[in-house]
């Protein structure tokens, strides 16, 4: 019997194993064309990130398999046996796709790269197509990858009673836009973008769902910019003055989960932000007004939030605008609030000294979050230190994200 057993899971193995010259990727060699520089650098941050997950739920299950020597459980040498190669052959399966997954994700990476400095010329419908084609391969992993970290192998002693399984460290939040179950309903705007897409035309509060597996059903109320020729903006974070402010000295669970009103000032949410620029590249305008009133405005041709296992950190593409490239100071740093501190300061807690949330580095040079002053030079209210290098404060600033297309 368990001999049988083991040789089924070996056949399961051996036919999921490394395949070489799918039909995938000879499809991806002439598809790629079709991405411009922009996208193909947000994909290459979605393979990196998702490749980095494959090694996280690998050591989850490697200490497993080294702890199991030190595992109580009665029964026979058959018992251990069973169980000794269950441990084994789970292993030995995620180890297997992630060789095959890893092979398509190089080729597709490797082409992208060959492409990525070239301007490239293509209609809507192309630059869609290009970029679903490479996703592909990164949603099929995504999921694979998830169910291999949720289950548990089944461990039984001599006399077939079963006996409990081990219990594991916590598993990380994979993403799972894979899981077709788990997509929001077609019928249910994803974005403004949508919205948009569905014959809205005028900018105001609506509700989005932009949540996957798990809370798909969770509604957000954002405040959509729909009007011009580049409608279909979602308002991430909006500060104005008001005679009631909000209070975005807030922690870790507030800036997960979003607070305020969209009809003045709001935080949108790390969990929606991430389901958000996760599924598609997205690229971010941030509009700002100063107290006399001129107005600037920044465009990052990548804005990508990580999941909370990675602490939500910030990735950002090319920059453009008139405002100046402050924003990248703070690329590819964790978030940050009063009770969760993962900025680069070695004495002080960023979000503590500049009272709100924030992707900080040591500590900003955007600080969209802070106090909202009246025009003074402070560190404390909100700045943007290359429009105003002498930390001149702010009245107003607006964060907002759109699916990125071939056509801006």
């Given at each position: 019997?368990?001999l049988?057993?083991?040789?089924?899971v070996?056949l399961?193995?051996?036919?999921?194993?490394?395949?070489?010259?799918?039909?995938?990727?000879?499809e991806?060699e002439?598809v790629?064309?079709?991405?411009?520089?922009e996208?193909?650098?947000?994909?290459?941050?979605?393979?990196n990130n998702t490749?980095?997950?494959?090694?996280?739920?690998?050591?989850l299950?490697?200490?497993?398999?080294?702890?199991?020597a030190?595992?109580?459980v009665?029964?026979?040498a058959?018992?251990?046996?069973?169980?000794?190669?269950?441990?084994?052959?789970?292993?030995?399966?995620?180890?297997?796709?992630?060789?095959?997954?890893?092979?398509?994700?190089?080729?597709?990476?490797?082409?992208?790269r060959?492409?990525?400095?070239?301007?490239?010329?293509?209609?809507?419908?192309?630059?869609?197509a290009a970029?679903?084609?490479?996703?592909?391969?990164?949603?099929?992993?995504?999921?694979e990858?998830?169910?291999?970290?949720?289950?548990q192998?089944?461990?039984?002693?001599?006399?077939?009673?079963?006996s409990?399984?081990q219990?594991t460290?916590s598993?990380?939040?994979?993403?799972?836009?894979?899981?077709?179950?788990?997509?929001?309903?077609?019928?249910?705007?994803?974005d403004?973008?949508?919205?948009?897409?569905?014959?809205?035309?005028?900018?105001?509060v609506?509700?989005?769902?932009?949540?996957?597996?798990?809370?798909?059903?969770?509604?957000?109320q954002?405040?959509?910019e729909?009007?011009?020729?580049?409608?279909?903006?979602?308002?991430?974070?909006?500060?104005?003055?008001?005679?009631q402010?909000?209070?975005f000295?807030?922690?870790?669970?507030?800036?997960?989960?979003?607070?305020?009103?969209?009809?003045?000032?709001?935080?949108?949410?790390?969990?929606?932000?991430?389901?958000?620029?996760y599924?598609?590249?997205?690229?971010?305008?941030?509009?700002?007004?100063?107290?006399?009133?001129?107005?600037?405005s920044?465009?990052?041709?990548?804005f990508?939030?990580?999941?909370?296992?990675?602490?939500?950190?910030?990735?950002?593409g090319?920059?453009a605008?008139?405002?100046?490239?402050?924003?990248?100071?703070h690329?590819?740093?964790?978030?940050?609030?009063?009770?969760?501190?993962?900025?680069?300061?070695?004495?002080?807690?960023?979000?503590v000294d500049?009272?709100?949330?924030?992707?900080?580095?040591s500590?900003h040079?955007?600080?969209?979050?802070?106090?909202?002053?009246e025009?003074?030079?402070?560190t404390?209210g909100?700045?943007?230190?290359t429009?105003?290098?002498?930390?001149?404060?702010?009245?107003?600033?607006?964060?907002?994200i759109?699916?990125?297309?071939?056509?801006?």
């Amino acid at each position: 019997m368990v001999l049988r057993g083991v040789l089924v899971v070996v056949l399961l193995v051996l036919r999921l194993g490394p395949s070489h010259g799918t039909p995938l990727m000879e499809e991806n060699e002439s598809v790629v064309n079709h991405l411009s520089p922009e996208v193909v650098q947000q994909l290459l941050a979605v393979t990196n990130n998702t490749l980095h997950h494959v090694q996280d739920v690998k050591s989850l299950l490697t200490p497993i398999q080294e702890n199991q020597a030190s595992v109580d459980v009665s029964g026979s040498a058959a018992g251990v046996l069973r169980r000794d190669i269950s441990m084994q052959l789970l292993l030995l399966l995620l180890e297997t796709k992630q060789v095959r997954h890893s092979r398509v994700l190089e080729q597709v990476s490797q082409q992208m790269r060959d492409v990525g400095g070239r301007d490239t010329a293509t209609s809507g419908e192309q630059c869609s197509a290009a970029i679903n084609t490479v996703l592909l391969p990164l949603l099929q992993l995504q999921q694979e990858v998830r169910q291999l970290a949720t289950r548990q192998p089944s461990f039984s002693t001599g006399d077939n009673t079963a006996s409990q399984p081990q219990q594991t460290p916590s598993q990380p939040q994979l993403p799972i836009t894979g899981d077709n179950s788990c997509n929001t309903p077609t019928n249910r705007p994803r974005d403004c973008y949508d919205l948009l897409l569905a014959g809205n035309t005028r900018s105001g509060v609506y509700q989005i769902f932009p949540y996957r597996c798990g809370r798909q059903e969770e509604g957000v109320q954002v405040w959509c910019e729909l009007e011009g020729e580049e409608g279909g903006w979602t308002v991430v974070l909006a500060r104005r003055p008001l005679d009631q402010e909000v209070n975005f000295n807030r922690g870790w669970r507030d800036y997960r989960e979003g607070f305020g009103d969209p009809d003045t000032e709001y935080w949108i949410g790390n969990a929606a932000l991430h389901d958000l620029t996760y599924r598609w590249p997205q690229v971010l305008k941030v509009d700002l007004g100063d107290w006399d009133g001129e107005s600037r405005s920044a465009r990052y041709e990548t804005f990508l939030v990580d999941d909370e296992d990675r602490q939500f950190s910030l990735h950002l593409g090319q920059y453009a605008g008139d405002a100046g490239d402050a924003f990248s100071y703070h690329d590819n740093m964790p978030f940050t609030t009063y009770d969760r501190d993962n900025d680069k300061s070695g004495t002080s807690n960023c979000a503590v000294d500049y009272h709100g949330g924030f992707w900080y580095n040591s500590c900003h040079h955007v600080s969209p979050t802070s106090l909202l002053l009246e025009k003074q030079k402070s560190t404390k209210g909100i700045n943007w230190n290359t429009w105003y290098p002498d930390r001149a404060t702010l009245k107003n600033a607006t964060f907002m994200i759109k699916p990125k297309s071939c056509s801006y």
